[in-house]
T-cell receptor, first 117, second 111 residues
Framework: NAGVMQNPRHLVRRRGQEARLRCSPMKGHSHVYWYRQLPEEGLKFMVYLQKENIIDESGMPKERFSAEFPKEGPSILRIQQVVRGDSAAYFC???????????????FGPGTRLTVL | KQEVTQIPAALSVPEGENLVLNCSFTDSAIYNLQWFRQDPGKGLTSLLLIQSSQREQTSGRLNASLDKSSGRSTLYIAASQPGDSATYLCAASFGNEKLTFGTGTRLTIIP
């Protein structure tokens, strides 16, 4: 049983470049969440997606950031024209369902650590 | 505003002692609460999930409680071991799917 997979684990980009972070949810999970952990800060919610739909993007910066979860393939978090302040650990989580039930438990991947030079 | 707070930020305990980590939240309309462990430079490992209808959950040496009326959850670790050293995070779901995280308690078990 593979857990949530993220790649790459480490990503270095220069200012102005694009960063693409990938997340494959656990088998049988159709709900994906992205969180960001800035240095010395707690994890903050960014976006919640189901297949082909963005359900809640209230935590996403309004510019340069986008996310998708296509019918086939992994979820992608895309950051355009990166700046130094984007340097952080980006975590993906998945769950079988959402809401109150025990099946809404979120399982986290190992994260992608983005460094912007 | 829905917030989750963890105090203290850091805790050191001699090996073998029992300990309690605290988590408080501002909204009693909580759906569920999860406790996680995070090792330096690593991802999050889910330890326990407590649903709003439950009062506690147990897994091995860990016991988590939930008191909605007081806005508190505790994680009890029995017979602590050096391998328990990590940052412990609590996170709450307040009627939507996203988790709101506390800033964590960094636990050090002293051999």
């Amino acid at each position: 049983n593979a857990g949530v997979m993220q790649n790459p684990r480490h990503l270095v980009r220069r200012r102005g470049q694009e960063a693409r972070l990938r997340c494959s949810p656990m088998k049988g999970h159709s709900h994906v969440y992205w969180y960001r952990q800035l240095p010395e800060e707690g994890l903050k919610f960014m976006v919640y997606l189901q297949k082909e739909n963005i359900i809640d993007e209230s935590g996403m910066p309004k510019e340069r950031f986008s996310a998708e979860f296509p019918k086939e393939g992994p979820s992608i978090l895309r950051i355009q024209q990166v700046v130094r302040g984007d340097s952080a650990a980006y975590f993906c989580a998945s769950s079988q369902t959402s809401g109150v039930s025990i099946l809404g438990e979120q399982f986290f991947g190992p994260g992608t650590r983005l460094t912007v030079l | 505003k829905q917030e989750v707070t963890q105090i203290p930020a850091a805790l050191s305990v001699p090996e073998g002692e029992n300990l309690v980590l605290n988590c408080s939240f501002t909204d009693s309309a909580i759906y569920n609460l999860q406790w996680f462990r995070q090792d330096p430079g690593k991802g999050l490992t889910s330890l326990l999930l407590i649903q709003s209808s439950q009062r506690e959950q147990t897994s091995g040496r860990l016991n988590a409680s939930l008191d909605k009326s007081s806005g508190r959850s505790t994680l009890y670790i029995a017979a602590s071991q050096p391998g328990d050293s990590a940052t412990y995070l609590c996170a709450a779901s307040f009627g939507n799917e996203k988790l709101t995280f506390g800033t964590g308690t960094r636990l050090t078990i002293i051999p």
